[in-house]
């Protein structure tokens, strides 16, 4: 019996080493013809999360039962947020590893099997032929908790799928479920104990990959190991639906939630603790939101996150510039008519010049001054500024870099 090899020049491929070539950062979502989804998530160039496929919540349990087996999944209070974002599952260990559930070296390990795991199913259920592939920067994943090497995710994901073929399995998904159909005919074939532990798990409830967990094994040779009593019809292979994790309902104060609602959110991102106090003091005193991000790192995760209707936005940060947070943001079709304005302490012709080309919607010089602020922002938000409220004295109100 012949077996399909791996297509190795179709254009999903090329996509993926494009994506290692240009050190891309943002989402490489696939869909297939029958509808599957995959998404890869790219940080300078590497593979540093996976999300999708059949089976995502199944995954999620898996892996925590074998890496948190001290956490009872089914008793984590989570919202309805926790779990509608597309990197839901990256969150979660996120946060598991913040509360010290969970250590540097466990992530590792979870984030380079999902990866291999979701470029596995990719390589089978589409042969790399029919499917789609677009690239965009909703999410950009700027601290990630491992770095894999796209080039050897590439090689492993290859080497598994032609030894999985190579075992006569290649026509069986391994988040298929056995379910034993013939008891008797097993029963002549093996020992007591084996039959009982067959009986126990060849139930129809577990994927072989769950199974696989289970007996602490490799998903291949757990298969190979089934494959002639799945010939012989004796276990039949079976989808199952996934286990989605539970919800808990939080009640909201519907009057505090509208009237968070009305007030415009403005962003201040900037390195200088000062100049974001001032524009707090400034801006919360005119009855407007705000919140503040001092990492330039962390400026575009938070942005999307929060969606402020109005940036400002420092052009002399380390790590990463005022004019290269703006070009990013402009990419992402979101922001593309959010007003951003630039701060500095140059009032240059050039520098002026170099905003607008990347997209930067006015210009504001340091000593930031009350009535500079809110002149910029009843000009980009002249509907939702509320009426308001004194202001401080302008001397109070200036910061000089």
């Known amino acids: 019996m012949t077996h399909p090899e791996l297509m190795v020049s179709n254009n999903i491929l090329n996509e993926f080493k494009t994506c290692t070539q240009l050190q891309y950062n943002g989402q490489l979502n696939i869909k297939s013809s029958k509808g599957k989804q995959w998404t890869f998530y790219y940080r300078l160039g590497r593979i540093v999360w996976a999300s999708g496929g059949t089976h995502p919540f199944r995954r999620w ?34 946060i598991l590893y913040k509360k010290q559930k969970i250590q540097r070296e466990k992530i590792n390990a979870i984030v380079e099997s999902t990866i291999a795991e979701l470029l596995f199913d990719l390589a089978q259920q589409t042969n790399f032929v029919a499917a789609s592939c677009d690239r965009n920067q909703e999410v950009i994943l700027e601290t990630p908790m491992s770095f894999t090497s796209a080039d050897v995710s590439m090689k492993h994901m290859q080497d598994s799928w032609n030894t999985w073929s190579e075992a006569g399995l290649a026509n069986f998904a391994p988040d298929l479920a056995p379910v ?22 060849i139930n129809g409830k577990y994927t072989l990959r769950d199974l696989a967990a289970k007996m602490k094994q490799s998903v291949l040779p757990l298969s190979r190991s089934l494959l002639p009593c799945i010939l012989k019809g004796i276990i039949e292979l079976v989808e199952v639906p996934d286990l989605p994790l539970s919800v808990t309902n939080v009640k909201n104060n519907i009057s505090t939630q509208a009237k968070k609602s009305t007030a415009p959110l403005v962003a201040c991102v900037d390195d200088s603790a000062q100049v974001c106090k001032i524009l707090e003091e400034i801006v919360t ?14 400026a575009l995760p938070t942005i999307i996150q929060d969606k402020p209707d109005l940036i400002f936005l420092d052009l002399i940060m380390p790590v990463a510039s005022g004019y290269e947070i703006c070009t990013q943001l402009r990419r992402i079709s979101a922001f593309a008519n ?24 006015d210009f504001i010089t340091k000593p930031v001054a009350a009535d500079k602020v809110m002149s910029v922002v009843r000009k980009y938000l002249p509907t939702q500024v509320p009426t308001q409220v004194k202001s401080k004295p302008q001397s109070s109100l200036e910061v000089c870099r």
């Not at 005193?285 to 962390?298: E, H, M, T």
């Open 61 to 94: 349990r898996r892996y925590m039962a074998q890496y948190c087996p001290q956490i009872d999944v089914d008793k984590m209070q989570l919202r309805q947020q926790d779990i509608s974002i597309s990197y839901w599952d990256y969150r979660l260990w996120e």
């Open 285 to 298: 005193s005119n009855g407007l939101r705000f919140i503040k991000i001092q990492d330039a790192v962390q």
């Open 338 to 361: 959010t007003p951003v304005i630039i701060l500095t302490g140059n009032d240059g012709l050039l520098d002026r010049v170099r905003a607008k080309v990347v997209g930067s919607t």
């Open 180 to 201: 034993l159909r013939k008891p008797e005919q097993l029963q002549q074939l093996v020992s007591p104990s084996v039959y009982k532990n067959f009986v126990t798990l």
